[in-house]
């Protein structure tokens, strides 16, 4: 049976896959989200170009969306392993993880699904078209900027754990020669007693 620290490593991965894909998907949407957001010379065609891809991309099909369902579900169970018994010390980040990984999904729900109805529909509530356009272009970047911090906290905990490693075999391998020399090391011979 697999120990603790070997299933830990095994929701690690699970959160580095599922977050990289995740980014994988809403990158792809920058093609049109920098020219609406960052673009000095930004036109109309571009907020329509836009425009039709989030209309295009609420016909996606339930199976495609029901697989990017599943691989953030996969992360959210890494993210749950890892917190299961998490190392005292670097709970905060652990926990930290889970919180921008959910803010992520909330933020998708919320504000980049929302959007992409409204796209459809026509309905941008008390904002106009463009400006809808831009909010769910940034809500996108948003959404990446938080899966990047989940993968910033993921390195940093490895590295935490990589180094405190590093500096317990140092310090048992001093331990052992220390250990080794005084075994090596003559004992003095009791001096005789003196009649």
Request: contains cysteine.
């Amino acid at each position: 049976m697999l120990a603790y620290k070997e299933i830990s490593t095994i929701g690690t991965g699970l959160i580095l896959v599922a977050t990289s894909f995740i980014m994988g998907v809403f990158y792809a949407n920058q093609a049109y989200d920098f020219h609406v957001l960052f673009n000095p010379q930004v036109a109309q065609s571009h907020f329509d170009n836009s425009l039709r891809h989030y209309q295009t991309l609420a016909d996606t099909p339930g199976a495609v969306l029901g697989g990017l369902a599943f691989v953030t579900f996969v992360g959210l169970v890494g993210c749950l392993i890892r917190i299961y018994k998490p190392n005292p010390d670097l709970q905060t980040f652990e926990y930290a993880s889970v919180v921008m990984y959910v803010i992520g999904i909330c933020l998708f729900i919320t504000n980049i699904k929302t959007g992409v109805e409204s796209a459809v529909s026509g309905n941008w509530g008390e904002v106009t078209q463009n400006q809808g356009v831009a909010v769910i272009g940034s809500s996108n970047i948003i959404l990446l900027l938080v899966f990047i911090g989940v993968l910033v906290l993921q390195a940093g905990l490895w590295y935490s754990n990589w180094e405190y490693q590093v500096r317990l075999d140092k310090f048992l391998a001093e331990e052992a020669a220390a250990n080794k020399a005084e075994e090596t090391q003559p004992k003095d011979k009791e001096p005789k007693k003196q009649k």
